[in-house]
């Protein structure tokens, strides 16, 4: 049986994943897996990073940045998806103009 080290994150990179849920408002579950950590992890963080700076945010949103948030992560989604799709069809119609599979 192999030993695994466990990953280790910088106090920074701590404090700028607990500032991702903090700052936006998204959920711990959504920013975790977004940024590949376990929920309860990140919770600790959030909680630690809180406590740190006394509960307050010094960088919350207001509301027209809060929407232009979510119509960026809207618009991100879309092009996302629009991305996946174009990459399929890519490979789609190259498999078809492939001479080794005797179609055309």
């Known amino acids: 049986m192999g030993t695994s080290k466990r990953k280790t994150y910088t106090p920074e990179y701590r404090r700028e994943a607990a500032h991702l849920v903090i700052d936006t408002g998204r959920t711990v579950a959504a920013v975790a897996r977004e940024i590949g950590v376990g929920e309860q992890l990140l919770g600790r963080w959030v909680h630690a990073e809180r406590a ?8 919350s949103l207001d509301l027209n940045e809060r929407a232009e948030l979510e119509r960026l992560r809207r618009e991100n989604q879309d092009l996302r998806m629009d991305n996946e799709f174009l990459g399929k069809a890519a490979a789609f119609f190259a498999s078809k103009q492939n001479p080794r599979n005797g179609s055309r």
């Open 52 to 59: 740190r700076t006394g509960g307050e945010a010094d960088t």
